[in-house]
């Protein structure tokens, strides 16, 4: 069974970027106006960079709103590979700037994501079900979140029955042990995207709707919520 995709193509980076942005912001507003609050959870990387300038400039009630990662490197905000950092520098500035942020990586436990893993997967679920917006991202390798190719927890993280939300991984093509919702709650949200950008990843996403082995196409095949992919040349 196939989830139900909605493809959205654009010419060019800066329109897509202009158009997520807009449609994330009105899925937030619509959710404060209703029940007061909104979530999102989003991918780090250089891909989103650009949404996330123009998301950050969205007149919306941001001081309702809260923002989670869908993974982390198990570095601290310091360090130039953390998405904690990245999201700070490009999304929570401008009218976004009031926005609460729940980072994933607990300096308690610096030296050990696996002893982190129960405090972080209570601070995440204590933003309610479902999220409001998840945004993912895509890598070459066909990695979703981190769920890499070869990952020592991939098949559990994958698990649609499982019921951890946050579990870690490690693999050749991490770098740094990692941290990441798992499957279900990512897919425990009323949005999902997927947003990626290049010919390359296109392709690899071809290739993942075929049948292909990769980590995205669990994304693609899941019946739980659907998922609105948005591409740029």
Known sequence: MNATIHKHDFADKLTLADQLARDIAGKLDTAVKARGKASLAVSGGSTPKQMFAVLAQQEIDWSKVTITLVDERWVDEDNERSNAAL????????EAHVAAFLPLFDKSHADDVDAALDAVGERVDALGKPFDVVVLGM????HTASFFPGGDQLAEALDLKGTQSVLSMRAE????PRITLSLPRLLDTRTLYLHIEGADKKDVLAKAEAGADLPIAAVLTQ???PVDIYWAA
């Open 223 to 225: 019946d739980r919520v």
């Open 173 to 176: 093509g991490a770098g740094e």
């Open 139 to 142: 890598g070459p390798d066909g």
């Open 87 to 94: 999201v700070k520098d490009h999304l929570i500035r401008h």
